[in-house]
């Protein structure tokens, strides 16, 4: 006689999702409450000791406290609400494309609105500091110089040494900015709006991957979490929400290499995937993590089919920019060098190892707590989970490995609310498990957490 789990595998699908969510009440608030709680620690711990972590006033975030309201805010207010009342909904009845239009139109109103909490300054007066790659771009007037003296200009003692995040990134970031430079748009008003709108791509290449892999419902269930929450803050103005946007592009056209038949089409969308991850990878030196989520991508796929053609087109990439100049593997050991003898080996292990994780729950919201919760709930018995709930799973458990993996490093102490951005959704993707009563609160939490932390922190980010 079949036992209970054997009879749930023959109902219908969205029967048994709903099977798999009913009970997921509990593990999901537990989970939220321990991510606020360690948010609360991460900020009253460094107070109350006055345990010199060296960050900013307000630890683990690199913020100062601002509280202030501007032009942004009532938009800010009614796109929040809106999207906490009607996004679900709409994410289950429209049509794939119109899903997809209005994730990216909701993005762009969320990030911008939130941005114009500091007027318009909000989007350009990042891009416009010394320390950004914009005005390094300015300055660029031969490409080919600058990749061979790149590594050179890395170290702190070093003749005109590059500013921190130049020093910080491998060249594929600042020549982004070049080619807006070279275009005529290289004020911090367009590179400001250039990079907003790019980063709002994030969710459709996610969601596009996800449906790619045989779950559209679980892509329709995670849609909101991935465009409203406190992410939109970092996304909008920060270069890292450019890296995140390449990032998920290129792990699409992976998905879309691991799914089709045709031959000709895999090799096609294998290339494209490795040119955009390897770009990544020569975007940020923790981006080769991304190799983690592209082996999920592939074995959700069930297919190897497409790395040969992904992992040549991503060396590729690199191997261009060594035969121009600056070879990754000879810049990281100088970078490791530079990061260490600088403010890095004053921050605390011991305080950043967690504290970093406190971090990335501002940034991915408070929910990532009840993510990881439901997605270790559904690991224990992942044998009968939908082939939907699995693909869920797998991702999010790679993602996760990720930051694990960046955190236990130790090369990156603070600062992870925006150096994280391109992991974050692939996190949230486990919003998707959430039992359908919990949706709207869960996405108003997100959202009033983004709403009181753009209003009341100021991040230089």
Known sequence: MPNLSDRSLTRPPHQRADEETRHSARPAFIGVAAALLLIALAIAVPR?????????????????????VGIGTIPAIVVGVLGVVFAATVARRVSWRILLLGAFILGVAWSTSLALVDGLEGITVIFDRSSEYLGSARQVSDVGALLHEYIARIPRDSVGHWPVHLAGHPPGAVLFFVL?????LGSAAAAGWIVLVLGATTPVAVLLAVRRLGAEDAARRAAPFLVLG???????????????????WGLCALAYAATTRRRGARAGWGILAGLLLGYAVMMSYGLPLL????????????????????????????????????AWWQAYPVLHERYFAGIASQRPYAYWVWGNLAA???????????????????????????????????????AAAIILVADLSGMSKAEVERIWLPFVPWLLLGAALLPQRWVRWALGLQVVFALVAQHLLFSQW
């Not at 000791?49 to 202030?68: G, I």
């Open 230 to 248: 406190p992410a939109a803050i970092w996304m909008a103005v920060s270069a890292d929400g450019l890296f995140a946007a390449v990032a998920a």
């Open 180 to 184: 807006l430079v070279r275009l005529g």
């Open 48 to 68: 109350l000791t006055h345990w010199q972590v060296h960050a900013q006033s307000w630890a683990p975030l690199h913020v100062t406290w601002h509280p202030r």
């Open 291 to 326: 190799g983690i989520l592209a082996l999920a991508v592939l074995l959700v796929a069930r297919t190897w089919r497409p790395l040969l053609w992904a992992v040549g087109a991503a060396a590729g990439v690199v191997l261009a920019f060594a035969a121009g100049g600056f």
């Open 360 to 398: 990335l729950a501002v940034s991915a919201g408070p929910l990532v707590g009840g993510v990881v919760a439901l997605v270790g709930q559904r690991l224990r018995r992942f044998r009968g989970l939908t082939a939907e709930a699995r693909v869920i799973v797998i991702l999010v458990v790679a």
